[in-house]
């Protein structure tokens, strides 16, 4: 028999985990996106008759895009609240959808990824501060994680999908657009289970309901003690020194901080918060991952596999390779840390991007290419993929919390999407070996910014992680420091 106490925490857990999961179902849209992408723009291409830039910007504009949709993210989940963020963005995924497959010109079609883009750049703003908000300390990086995992499972879906629709529907037309239709799931499911999402706690003490806050913290926490002590953990993190109001009174809330704090830190916290979350959100993207997804079909068929149903497979491959080290990262994130696994992930990455250039300039084998794009893959989702933004929702003070992840996330997608934008063209002009050796180089220069930059913050509560950020050393940049460091202050 369960005790009264169990009973509340596996109720707890269940609630927590249903919330977290309901809003990272979101970021299935986008990993769907790159998988089916991977199929439909050849047949997109050929039904419109465009040419390789128009196809190059048709694929590369949702990412670029959802750079600027994190900058619409942000605001409104400071001003109106998390849970209503989170069905903006799965109305903008419905409409972008709806015109993508339904699409009479390439022009409408690129209206709505542009449309879906702005959807992506909303989600990533909100979601991961969303879990990082409701979870407790002790699960929090396993189901922020949760955001990434669903990335990667869209991934996957979309590859699948694009193979199916490939042997089972003749008409050319009617298989991209088919399977660009089927993106209309994941909203569509977000959507059903709005009403089981509560609005973060940390967002009502911000705007000053406390007992509301209380009530949700003791659903999620399982104890209405425990939810007391968190309550007023929070309220003290927000007002610093002064003596927090009590959890069962109402207070006038606290403001989030202003865009002059943001971009112009004065305090330690906030800027060694800002640059590493700017750090992270770049690095993530500038080693060439989703573009090596996006055009995925084109670098195989580049290393001698010219059966589309070869390549198709070899899509499949790449996904299950960047799903399971995702969904086994749930397990160790909370038990290895955080800086560990983001090193060995960013020096596997070099390793392998450097091989498959190698692979390219010694004429190895198709099925060579593709074992070591999978390596590559897995590589980027033992840490790097999912700890991302498990750390970046960590790092950030509460008032900054909403704008600091929209601001990564806008130089994350930007990021993205130039690179999107580019690959291709890229490969092409240099030759697929020197496009791979050259993201060889950007990864290897990852690997110092993981090492010296990127606190510990596993088993800390987010307002311990605050408190630990704001008693460290400053960053410093001189080369002539007369301790010999040369590079930044190891955090």
Same mark, same amino acid.
């Given at each position: 028999m369960l005790s009264r106490e169990d009973d509340a925490a596996k109720t707890a857990f269940y609630y927590v985990l249903t919330a977290a999961g309901t809003s990272a179902i979101t970021a299935t849209t986008l990993g769907y996106d790159v998988g089916i992408m991977a199929d439909a723009a050849e047949g997109i291409k050929t039904h419109f008759s465009i040419d390789d830039a128009t196809n190059e910007l048709i694929i590369g504009s949702l990412n670029f895009v959802s750079a600027f949709g994190a900058l619409l993210g942000g605001p409104m989940a400071d001003r109106v609240g998390r849970k209503p963020t989170v069905l903006l963005c799965c109305i903008l995924y419905l409409i972008g959808t709806v015109l993508m497959a339904g699409a009479p010109s390439w022009q409408v079609l690129l209206l709505g990824r542009i449309i879906t883009g702005l959807g992506v750049g909303v989600s990533f703003t909100v979601c991961p501060v969303y879990v990082s908000e409701i979870a407790p300390a002790e699960l929090r990086g396993r189901l922020t994680t949760l955001f990434?995992?669903?990335?990667?499972?869209?991934?996957?879906?979309?590859?699948?999908?694009?193979?199916?629709? /490939? $042997?089972?529907?003749?008409?050319?037309?009617?298989?991209? %657009?088919?399977? +660009?239709?089927?993106?209309?799931? #994941?909203?569509?499911?977000?959507?059903?289970?709005?009403?089981?999402?509560?609005?973060?706690?940390?967002?009502?003490?911000?705007?000053?309901?406390?007992?509301?806050?209380?009530?949700?913290?003791?659903?999620?926490?399982?104890? /209405? $003690?425990?939810?007391?002590?968190?309550?007023?953990?929070? %309220?003290?993190? +927000?007002?610093?020194?002064?003596? #927090?109001?009590?959890?069962?009174?109402?207070?006038?809330?606290?403001?989030?901080?202003?865009?002059?704090?943001?971009?112009?830190?004065?305090?330690?916290?906030m800027q060694r918060a800002l640059f590493i979350v700017l750090g992270l959100s770049f690095w993530q993207q500038a080693t060439g991952s989703e573009a090596v997804l996006y055009y995925s079909a084109t670098f195989l068929e580049k290393a001698g596999l010219q059966s589309k149903s070869q390549r198709l497979l070899g899509n499949m491959g790449l996904g299950v390779c960047k799903l399971i080290p995702e969904a086994v990262s749930l397990i160790y994130v909370d038990k290895l840390g955080r800086v560990k696994p983001l090193i060995l992930s960013a020096v596997a990455m070099t390793v392998l991007i450097f091989l498959i250039g190698f692979a390219y300039v010694q004429d190895w084998s198709g099925m060579t290419v593709v074992f070591l794009l999978c390596g590559f893959m897995l590589s980027f989702s033992i840490a790097i993929g999912p700890f991302t933004w498990v750390v970046v929702s960590e790092v950030l003070p509460l008032q900054m919390r909403a704008k600091g992840t929209?601001?990564?996330?806008?130089?994350?997608?930007?990021?993205?999407?130039?690179?999107?934008?580019?690959?291709?063209?890229?490969?092409?002009s240099l030759g697929p070996s020197t496009f791979f050796f050259l993201y060889t180089a950007v990864s290897a220069i990852s690997i110092m910014f993981y090492w010296r930059c990127v606190p510990e913050t596993a088993g800390k509560s987010l307002e311990e992680t605050e408190a630990m950020l704001a008693e460290m050393p400053p960053l410093d940049y001189c080369p002539c420091h007369p301790d010999g460091e040369t590079l930044l202050y190891r955090l």
């Amino acid at each position: 028999m369960l005790s009264r106490e169990d009973d509340a925490a596996k109720t707890a857990f269940y609630y927590v985990l249903t919330a977290a999961g309901t809003s990272a179902i979101t970021a299935t849209t986008l990993g769907y996106d790159v998988g089916i992408m991977a199929d439909a723009a050849e047949g997109i291409k050929t039904h419109f008759s465009i040419d390789d830039a128009t196809n190059e910007l048709i694929i590369g504009s949702l990412n670029f895009v959802s750079a600027f949709g994190a900058l619409l993210g942000g605001p409104m989940a400071d001003r109106v609240g998390r849970k209503p963020t989170v069905l903006l963005c799965c109305i903008l995924y419905l409409i972008g959808t709806v015109l993508m497959a339904g699409a009479p010109s390439w022009q409408v079609l690129l209206l709505g990824r542009i449309i879906t883009g702005l959807g992506v750049g909303v989600s990533f703003t909100v979601c991961p501060v969303y879990v990082s908000e409701i979870a407790p300390a002790e699960l929090r990086g396993r189901l922020t994680t949760l955001f990434d995992i669903s990335i990667n499972v869209g991934i996957l879906v979309g590859y699948v999908v694009g193979y199916v629709c /490939e $042997e089972a529907i003749s008409n050319s037309e009617a298989k991209w %657009r088919t399977m +660009l239709g089927l993106g209309l799931v #994941p909203p569509l499911m977000v959507c059903l289970c709005l009403a089981l999402l509560p609005e973060s706690p940390r967002y009502l003490v911000m705007r000053g309901k406390m007992r509301k806050a209380v009530e949700v913290l003791t659903l999620t926490l399982g104890s /209405e $003690e425990r939810a007391r002590e968190e309550c007023e953990s929070i %309220r003290y993190a +927000l007002h610093g020194e002064s003596k #927090p109001a009590t959890p069962d009174e109402d207070s006038g809330g606290h403001a989030p901080a202003s865009w002059s704090d943001i971009l112009m830190p004065r305090t330690r916290l906030m800027q060694r918060a800002l640059f590493i979350v700017l750090g992270l959100s770049f690095w993530q993207q500038a080693t060439g991952s989703e573009a090596v997804l996006y055009y995925s079909a084109t670098f195989l068929e580049k290393a001698g596999l010219q059966s589309k149903s070869q390549r198709l497979l070899g899509n499949m491959g790449l996904g299950v390779c960047k799903l399971i080290p995702e969904a086994v990262s749930l397990i160790y994130v909370d038990k290895l840390g955080r800086v560990k696994p983001l090193i060995l992930s960013a020096v596997a990455m070099t390793v392998l991007i450097f091989l498959i250039g190698f692979a390219y300039v010694q004429d190895w084998s198709g099925m060579t290419v593709v074992f070591l794009l999978c390596g590559f893959m897995l590589s980027f989702s033992i840490a790097i993929g999912p700890f991302t933004w498990v750390v970046v929702s960590e790092v950030l003070p509460l008032q900054m919390r909403a704008k600091g992840t929209m601001l990564g996330i806008f130089l994350n997608r930007l990021t993205s999407g130039t690179v999107a934008l580019t690959a291709l063209s890229t490969a092409d002009s240099l030759g697929p070996s020197t496009f791979f050796f050259l993201y060889t180089a950007v990864s290897a220069i990852s690997i110092m910014f993981y090492w010296r930059c990127v606190p510990e913050t596993a088993g800390k509560s987010l307002e311990e992680t605050e408190a630990m950020l704001a008693e460290m050393p400053p960053l410093d940049y001189c080369p002539c420091h007369p301790d010999g460091e040369t590079l930044l202050y190891r955090l």
